[in-house]
């Protein structure tokens, strides 16, 4: 029979549109919110969901996994006095490692003696160029730059990011991807701890 | 925008008459009226076009915005979403396109490649960016940018010609006559020159010679 395929992809639509409201009035009887929650959008990005799935975006947001990455930011720490030092300390390893060679570091000298500072005096990321592949965050041995997953930069201009809009805090990082820092925070203990150990060590050893 | 941003009046209108008269501009009026209705031209050049096309579908659902009519023809459409690398072989046919639209047109350079070159930056063969000859009027960053990161981009669009007046745009500007006409690449400088293939061949082929003879 001509047309029994329309029909058979036309029913699949009508009843995801009934699904909808079925799923709806079942949620709304147990007391949960379907939509602007996160249960309710974890729900709907599963494979058990039944009826509309969209993710209605500046309103709700998907939820992505820890390691989702977008572009990169520079970690500082937060002193006590409300200044702000950055991690980096403009080695330039992650310039190197850049594929499309999208960071440009400019290092800070002594204005002394004009001997050079590990600190960076200019820092720019390229965000039109980047491709987001994480080779910086991965190469950096101080833990300095780490992958975002904020991803609502779009703008009317090129996006060059300088270093006071690439630096967020350390606490910041914290919340974005809780795992990978705490991961980090134990290692720089345990290492820490180790050197402390082997200095009691080499002291202690003069005097045996 | 909704009807109470829409009729935002510097006047006073009396109580009573509040819910039958509405004061607007033509400005307000004219850009609400477009913001919701940018229809792409449908081509997609490399990765970032699978993107585009997972904004169009229920996941992300694009049409929200009145952006899900994809128009396979440019006399159709309202906006170039250049999605991908773009090539020297290709650059004119998306310059003609660019010509072919009428106005109001805009350009949204999505991805590293189209925004920047992105890791082609450098490379023979990739234009460096697509505003070396377009006016792109949104950059979206990444690579690809997430249907999320697109759509964000599309809201960035929408508060442009929100904030749009019919007096300033490019296209009603009289000073500037064919102001929106971008002139064809030219070979060579811009493009590959397909013309020098076979003298190019002959160099290598030659150069081939000599290294073999050495």
């Keep these: 029979m001509y047309g029994l395929g329309i029909l058979k992809g036309l029913s699949v639509t009508w009843k995801r549109f009934w699904d909808t409201y079925i799923d709806d009035i079942s949620w709304a009887m147990s007391g949960r919110k379907r939509y602007h929650t996160e249960e309710g959008i974890r729900h709907r990005s599963s494979k058990n969901t039944k009826g509309i799935f969209t993710v209605q975006y500046p309103e709700e947001q998907l939820i992505v996994p820890e390691e989702f990455r977008f572009i990169p930011f520079l970690v500082y720490e937060e002193q006590a006095d409300g200044k702000k030092e950055p991690r980096c300390t403009a080695c330039g390893i992650c310039s190197k490692a850049c594929p499309p060679q999208c960071i440009w570091i400019v290092r800070s000298s002594d204005s002394v003696t004009g001997k050079p500072v590990s600190t960076p005096a200019e820092f720019y990321i390229d965000m039109d160029i980047c491709m987001n592949c994480g080779f910086c965050a991965e190469y950096c041995p101080f833990d300095a730059i780490k992958m975002d997953h904020d991803f609502d930069i779009a703008s009317q201009g090129r996006n060059v990011y300088n270093l006071e809009k690439l630096l967020k805090p350390a606490s910041y990082y914290a919340e974005v991807r809780p795992l990978n820092y705490n991961q980090e925070e134990e290692a720089r203990k345990a290492k820490e701890a180790a050197k402390a150990a082997r200095a009691a060590g080499t002291a202690a050893a003069p005097t045996a | ?214």
């Design chain 2, 1 to 214: 925008m909704d009807n109470e941003k829409l009729s935002l009046p510097n006047y006073d209108i009396p109580e009573d008459m509040q819910d039958v008269v509405a004061i607007t501009t033509l400005d307000r009026l004219y850009n609400w009226g477009r913001r919701s209705s940018v229809w792409p031209l449908m081509f997609g050049l490399a990765c970032c076009a699978i993107e585009m096309i997972a904004a169009q579908t229920a996941r992300y659902d694009m049409a929200r915005f009145g952006m899900e009519v994809m128009r396979p023809t440019p006399r159709q459409a309202d906006m170039m979403l250049v999605s991908g690398t773009v090539t020297k072989k290709m650059l004119p046919v998306i310059v003609r396109l660019y010509n072919q639209m009428p106005e109001p047109k805009y350009v949204v350079a999505m991805g590293a490649c189209a925004s920047g070159g992105g890791p082609f930056k450098e490379g023979y063969n990739v234009v460096a960016g697509i505003d070396k000859f377009l006016p792109v009027d949104i950059y979206i960053p990444g690579c690809p940018p997430t249907p999320q990161a697109l759509i964000a981009g599309m809201i960035k669009l929408q508060e442009k010609i929100d904030k749009e007046s019919i007096k300033k745009v490019r296209w009603y500007n009289k000073e500037k006559k064919d102001g929106n006409y971008v002139p064809m690449p030219i070979l060579g400088p811009d493009l590959i020159d397909v013309r020098r293939n076979a003298e190019i061949r002959d160099i290598s082929a030659k150069a081939a010679v000599l290294k073999e003879s050495a």
